[in-house]
């Protein structure tokens, strides 16, 4: 136990940490975006995927619970390392490096933001008792515009916090070369958009397009 007191404790420590969580949640994000990009199939095709992840039982609530630690861990680890960070550095950012960028500076509140949604997220689509189809909640919910404007805001935010922790996470896990670092961060920002943009188009599409998951 007390190796983990002691990995917690270093700086290094918590980079990893913050990385292996990072991958994780970036698994289940792809999985999560793989899952609703069936809806621009339509309605049939998102129910059933819908039907099928339910039909998985116990499994669903085992990895529900690993997914609630890994959030804590990486939100307890970010925190921590900020307010480190924070008290390390009095004249903040007084050196602006070329990786102290916009998204890097950004992280804690893009962090929050991405938090904040979570916790609508789940009271919007986990935390109730279902009487329609999954397709209708979605699409009734993500009707709503102050909801949907909120979710736009979110997912950028979480677009801007992967992009730099993509680029992060190849740093923490020493995955570096002064040649190859363009393309490293480039990759990580194509990325982010990549996934960002594709969830972005979900309330997009609903608050545009009246067919849309009908
Ligand atoms: C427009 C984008 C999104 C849509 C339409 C969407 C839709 C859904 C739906 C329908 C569920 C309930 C699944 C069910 O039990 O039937 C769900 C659960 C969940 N979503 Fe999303 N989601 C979106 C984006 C996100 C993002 C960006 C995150 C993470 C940052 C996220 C995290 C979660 C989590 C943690 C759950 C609970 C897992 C579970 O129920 O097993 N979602 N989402």
């Not at 040649?179 to 996934?195: D, E, P, S």
Request: hydrophobic share 50%; charged share 10%.
């Amino acid at each position: 136990m007390s190796w983990i007191i002691k990995v917690f404790r270093s700086s290094i420590g918590k980079k990893y940490i913050m990385a292996a969580s990072g991958v994780c949640l970036s698994f289940f994000l792809l999985a999560h975006l793989i899952g609703n990009s069936v809806s621009f199939w339509g309605k049939e095709a998102y129910n059933s995927y819908a039907s099928h992840l339910h039909s998985l039982g116990f499994i669903i609530y085992i990895l529900e619970i690993l997914l609630l630690l890994l959030f804590l861990i990486h939100i307890v680890t970010g925190i921590t390392l900020f307010i480190e960070n924070l008290s390390a550095r009095p004249t903040r950012y007084a050196i602006q490096t070329k990786e102290r960028n916009w998204s890097a500076s950004t992280m804690p509140y893009s962090g929050i933001l991405i938090l904040l949604f979570l916790l609508v997220h789940l009271l919007n689509f986990h935390f109730i008792t279902k009487t329609v189809s999954t397709a209708e909640l979605v699409k009734t919910t993500l009707s709503n515009p102050l909801i949907a404007s909120f979710y736009l805001l979110s997912l950028s935010g979480l677009t801007l916090h992967a992009s730099h922790g993509f680029w992060s996470l190849f740093q923490s896990l020493g995955i570096n070369h002064p040649k190859y670092n363009i393309f490293l961060q480039r990759g990580g920002r194509a990325m982010a958009v990549l996934i960002g943009m594709t969830f972005i188009l979900i309330p997009l599409l609903i608050v545009t397009t009246d067919s849309f998951l009908q």
